[in-house]
Structures are given as C-alpha cells and as structure tokens.
C-alpha cells in the first residue's frame, strides 16, 4: 500500500502546478485531488477496503454502530510531504453543525479509518486529535490562537501497520514533517443509515464496476455497492491543483 501511495503522490504534486498543496503548504488529501473525491478507482485502495471490511476492524465498526446499519462512504487519506514545517489549522471533517451535533446517541455520522503504512513518530508529521470534541459546538481556534497542549496532542508512536479510528467530528490537524521523507494516511471510510438517508451530501460514484465485480468478495459488496459506477463513468484522474490551499 505504501508503493500505491508514493506512486499516486508523485502524480499529484507533478499537477500542483503552485507546489502550494490542497490541505495547507506541503500537505494534500488524495480524494479531493480525484476527480470523484474517492480512490477507489485505484485497485490498491480497493485492497485497502477490502482488507478492512474482512477484519478484525469490521467488528469495531458495528461496535461504534451498535447494530445499526453503515455503509462504506469512500477511500482516500492524505499524504504531507517531506520538510513541511507548518502546522495545519484545526479542522473538523463534518462542518456543518446540524450534520454535525445531531444524531448524538448513534455513532458518528462519518467515522474514518486510516492506516500507518509507515512507522508514524513525533518528526514525520503524526496527526493531532483533540479528544472530546466530537460535540464541541465552539469556534475553532485560529492557528495563531490554539495551545500548545493542543498543537502537541498527537497520535504517536504508531507501528507501521497499525489502524487509527476516529470520528469525523473531531477537531484534528497535521504536524510539521521536519523528515525528509512523505508521510502517508490512507483511509477507509463508513457512514451509517440514518446519514445517508437525511442529509443532501454525496459525490459521484467512484468504484468501477470491473473493481466490483472482480476484487470485493459478496460479504463486503453490500457495504460498498452504493458506489458502483457504470462503465463511461468519471475515471478519478487526477486533476489540476489551482494552488489554493484547503484547511
């Protein structure tokens, strides 16, 4: 996964044509550099879900859920380059505060799952998560402005091969990568019933059909064959960088 990732990174800062990144200086987010906002037109993030959905991981999702029935939401991650010295401002994934805060007793609306395709340490850019504040209705602190508790509440060490589940809610950034080499956080995402069902957000469909059909097993297809495009469909290219940066 680790090769994919490196491979799919050079293509997208080789589009970036300001070097500015899409997540802030140096830092960009795999789906939002597709051109359906999801990976899973490449076939090693396709292993990626499916690796996921027939693990030990499934079983704490349908924890989180408490029975209740999720689906998969998309594949992606993000990736910060070698020598990026700036931290990322705080951010939650889900902004909006009536998708955000609703719905508190069943789980979280998008609940993320990255992957440490590398060891993950203080130097090479871990994220940070702020625990608790998956209902915080407060304004987000301006960079400027946060705490050094909050700038150093990092997820690390993390050993190469572990999984890092988070809620979408939560308020979380990157770190500066003062290594000379890129960090990688690919991602496998889940949403359950009652937020597809009620809230007007979505994208294209973004896996292909002969992916479908060919490398998920029946088991896994029913979480994921809400996203099946037909052939002619958008292919996920990667797409031109305008040079403004994104949280």
Not at 25 to 53: E, I
Not at 99 to 121: K, R
Not at 199 to 226: M, N, R
Request: overall charge neutral; charged content about 20%.
């Amino acid at each position: 996964m680790r090769a994919a990732c490196e491979t799919v990174a050079q293509e997208i800062v080789e589009h970036d044509q300001n070097k500015t990144g899409n997540r802030g200086s140096g830092r960009y987010s795999f789906g939002f550099s597709s051109t359906t906002r999801q990976m899973l037109h490449n076939p090693s993030w396709v292993k990626l879900l499916v690796k996921c959905c027939t693990s030990k991981l499934i079983d704490a999702v349908k924890q989180v859920y408490g029975g209740e029935p999720f689906s998969v939401w998309g594949s992606g991650g993000d990736f910060v380059l070698g020598r990026a010295y700036e931290y990322q401002q705080l951010h939650s994934d889900l902004g909006v505060k009536d998708v955000q805060y609703s719905h508190q007793d069943q789980g979280p609306p998008l609940l993320v799952i990255n992957f440490a395709v590398q060891d993950l340490t203080q130097f090479n850019g871990p994220t940070r998560i702020i625990p608790g504040t998956q209902f915080d209705q407060s304004e987000l602190p301006k960079l400027q402005n946060e705490t050094w508790e909050q700038k150093l509440s990092t997820v690390c060490p993390i050993a190469q091969g572990a999984a890092i589940i988070r809620d979408a809610r939560t308020w979380h950034a990157g770190t500066p990568n003062i290594t000379t080499n890129a960090r990688y956080l690919p991602n496998v995402e889940f949403m359950p019933a009652w937020w597809r069902e009620t809230v007007s957000v979505g994208g294209p469909a973004c896996l292909p059909k002969s992916l479908f059909d060919k490398h998920i097993p029946p088991e896994v297809q029913t979480l994921c064959e809400h996203l099946v495009q037909e052939e002619g469909g958008p292919t996920g290219a990667i797409k031109a960088n305008t040079g403004k940066p994104h949280r």
